[in-house]
């Protein structure tokens, strides 16, 4: 899928932990402790952002990864404003995937996401609960 016009993917450096922050209570996640933010960043192995004309973060993407079998992305998003939303979903997903496929070629690949995202992950080969597998998280 292609960028939309006036956007741009960046996947060097890591956005600031305030601006992760707005951009995911934008999409519905609770406020997050700043240090918390900037650890989870720091543990994650690479981030995908996506910044509009104004330089502002309006989509996101980090994985996370034992670097051998396993693989996951979280912190999925895009601002719910933009018009673009689906799109800009649907080119981080594809790019995050492009990424994993070249560097961890053969690995398992969970998705934390919202039910926004979902359309884009199944486009991409995700499966919901595949073989009856269940994921379950705890929020602490």
């Not at 720091?42 to 981030?47: K, L, T």
């Not at 979280?74 to 601002?79: E, F, P, Q, T, Y």
């Not at 995937?97 to 998705?111: D, H, K, Q, T």
Request: aromatic share 4%.
């Amino acid at each position: 899928p292609a960028l939309p016009q006036g956007y741009r993917l960046d996947g060097q450096g890591w956005p600031a932990a305030e601006e992760l922050n707005r951009l995911l209570v934008a999409c519905g996640e609770p406020q997050r402790p700043p240090e918390r933010i900037e650890r989870a960043l720091a543990r994650s192995v690479w981030q995908l952002s996506i910044r509009n004309g104004d330089e502002a973060l309006v989509g996101f993407v980090r994985a996370t990864s034992d670097q051998a079998l396993n693989a996951n992305l979280w912190d999925l998003a895009a601002l719910p404003t933009e018009v673009e939303r689906g799109q800009l979903l649907q080119v981080l997903v594809h790019a995050a995937l492009a990424r994993l496929r070249r560097e961890l070629p053969g690995c398992s690949i969970s998705v934390a996401a919202a039910p926004e995202s979902l359309m884009a992950l199944r486009q991409h080969g995700f499966v919901v609960d595949p073989g009856g597998i269940r994921a379950m998280g705890l929020q602490l």
